[in-house]
């Protein structure tokens, strides 16, 4: 009897691995990476901060981590703001609060006449939906390509 009570558990885990997201969990992930590449490029240089978790981490390349949203406000302070922001998720897991994006994307930093040519990069982002129903971002690095 053992056998088939151990195929019925492993057909149920294999069921729960192979569900596609919910819709509306994605949708909401498109949404809160709009909203983010809304706020880069947005005449406000620090109202992308919003966008991350009080305890975000965000690492660039081999730069050390960034930790925490007022060291992501400095951050932000010093890098003024960008252009020519894009994301594009290539693969996305949803499962409860918690979100994993792999993007490729790229940004130019500073706006207009001033801008530099455009950084493209591969990463994984993380997102988390707060208390307030809102998805940030958790955890984020991105490297060079």
């Known amino acids: 009897m053992r056998l088939p009570i151990f195929a019925a558990f ?10 596609a997201p919910a819709p509306q969990g994605v949708a909401d992930i ?9 706020h880069l490029q947005g005449a406000d240089p620090l ?7 009080e305890d975000a981490v965000f690492q660039e390349g081999a ?5 925490g949203r007022a060291a992501l ?3 932000a302070k010093q890098l003024g703001g960008l252009s020519q922001v894009q994301l594009v998720p290539l693969r ?5 609060n918690l979100a994993y994006v792999q993007v490729r994307g ?7 006449a001033a801008a530099q040519p455009p950084h493209s990069f591969r990463g ?14 958790l955890h984020e690095m991105l490297a060079a390509e």
């Open 47 to 53: 109202a992308w901060v919003d966008d991350y978790t």
């Open 92 to 96: 996305t897991l949803v499962q409860g």
């Open 30 to 38: 498109r949404a809160a990476e709009a909203r983010l590449v809304a």
């Open 106 to 112: 790229q940004y130019a930093v500073g706006q207009g």
């Open 73 to 75: 406000t400095d951050v």
């Open 63 to 67: 730069d050390a981590p960034v930790s």
């Open 124 to 137: 994984v982002m993380i997102w988390r939906r707060d208390a307030d129903g809102v998805w940030r971002m």
């Open 10 to 19: 492993a057909l149920a885990g294999l069921a729960a691995c192979t569900q």
